[in-house]
């Protein structure tokens, strides 16, 4: 099960990067979510997850705007992988 501090995780990894570009949310463009073994079960964890990421940011973070069920990912502790993709002028 995808635990929502996974999520939270990779919401503040990506604040992060933006941030050492010069970059913010405002920026993406967007958003893809690879989660394993996903159902709609866990829509409320993915949730959670980035409702966290986004006080701790000081944001209003949008959840993905393409959602992937995966098999698995790289590395087997891993249940979500997020991406974003940026538009910085």
């Known amino acids: 099960m995808?635990?929502?501090?996974q999520v939270e995780q990779c919401y503040l990894d990506i604040g992060k990067a933006l941030a050492q570009?010069?970059?913010?949310?405002?920026?993406i463009a967007n958003l893809t979510a690879y989660v394993v073994d996903w159902t709609l079960d866990k829509m409320?964890?993915?949730?959670?997850?980035?409702?966290?990421?986004?006080a701790q940011l000081g944001i209003a973070a949008a959840p993905p705007a393409t959602l992937l069920?995966?098999?698995?990912?790289?590395?087997?502790?891993?249940?979500?992988?997020v991406t974003a993709t940026?538009?910085?002028d």
Not at 2 to 5: A, G, L
Not at 21 to 27: A, M, N, Y
Not at 69 to 81: K, S, T
């Open 2 to 5: 995808t635990s929502p501090r």
């Open 21 to 27: 570009i010069g970059g913010s949310f405002d920026d």
């Open 44 to 54: 409320p964890t993915l949730g959670e997850g980035i409702a966290r990421a986004s």
């Open 69 to 81: 069920g995966v098999a698995a990912l790289d590395i087997p502790a891993h249940l979500i992988e």
């Open 86 to 88: 940026a538009i910085l």
